[in-house]
């Protein structure tokens, strides 16, 4: 083997999660299990390393194993964690009970307890905020959501109040500009983002990063202070009618993949109410200038 090839091998477990075809530690589990077949021959030695071009195979009861896996939709309430109980707090997945589901939930997955097992949320939301959390047991829909490559798009309705006192309206489009790209945080630039505003007090924010506690900490780079913040979508799922406290299973039709909406009109629209960012001000010498 030269060299040149070896550089070429990667983990199984790697590339099996790299084809979406699982989590590393599930592809691991299924190695030991004998699970796994790499160009027609098993594979149960863990650590076990594959040229890219090689055909791997799961076992059907691999496959079977994967689709008993749930993943759920919980429309998150003030005052609950995302993971972990923490400081007195509980966290969001205790409301994954039956009197709990939404009763408009089409899909005919039955509730069973052992579904809590493993159920981890898929990106957070903190107490303060609500809306969309994904609580999943499918490691491939955890990669996809919060592995390091994840482009899935978030997107959030913010409610801001300026912290000088100042009614939205009068929100410099400079600093819109900035939510939209030219922020750092801890040091490292943030990606492009589209922010743009809703009503008098609602931004939203379009997102395919999730730093932490990043929407609330952009917005003290600009002077702005958040009273409230929903997720309202995660890729090409919404959270649509699903009341506050009440959750569902993700259904066979969706798909957290979706058609880029980042950008499709320009971005950092003004306030709906100042679109020349002139409301509420007389014209000075700069605006007779422009």
């Not at 569902?248 to 969706?254: H, I, N, T």
Request: charged letters at 30%; proline letters at 4%; hydrophobic letters at 35%.
């Amino acid at each position: 083997m030269t060299e040149q090839t070896a550089s070429d091998l990667v983990r199984l477990s790697k590339r099996m999660s790299e084809l979406g075809l699982s989590s590393r530690r599930e592809a691991d589990e299924w190695i030991a299990k004998g699970w796994v077949k790499v160009d027609g021959q098993v594979v149960s030695e863990l650590g076990s390393k594959v040229r890219p071009d090689q055909k791997i195979e799961i076992d059907r009861r691999a496959k079977e194993q994967q689709s008993e896996r749930v993943t759920i939709i919980l429309n998150k309430p003030l005052g609950y964690v995302s993971g972990q109980a923490e400081d007195g707090h509980e966290p969001a997945k205790v409301l994954i009970q039956p009197r709990n589901r939404w009763a408009d939930d089409k899909t005919k997955q039955r509730f069973n307890p052992g579904q809590l097992k493993s159920l981890v949320p898929a990106g957070r939301l903190d107490i303060n905020s609500t809306g969309l959390l994904v609580l999943t047991q499918d490691g491939r829909v955890a990669k996809q959501l919060i592995g390091e490559n994840s482009t899935i798009e978030k997107e959030y309705i913010v409610r801001v109040a300026q912290t000088n006192g100042a009614p939205n309206s009068e929100f410099p489009q400079e600093k819109l500009a900035l939510l939209n790209f030219g922020l750092e945080l801890d040091g490292k630039p943030l990606q492009k983002a589209d922010v743009s505003w809703l009503n008098d007090d609602q931004l939203k924010f379009v997102l395919r990063e999730g730093r932490n506690r990043q929407i609330r900490r952009m917005c003290d780079l600009v002077g702005l202070k958040v009273l409230a913040l929903k997720r309202v979508r995660v890729g090409g799922v919404t959270l649509g009618k699903l009341p506050v406290g009440k959750w569902r299973y993700l259904s066979d039709f969706e798909s957290f993949e979706a058609k880029s909406g980042l950008h499709r009109r320009p971005t950092g629209s003004a306030h709906p109410r100042n679109k020349n960012n002139s409301y509420h001000r007389k014209p000075n010498r700069s605006d007779r200038n422009r």
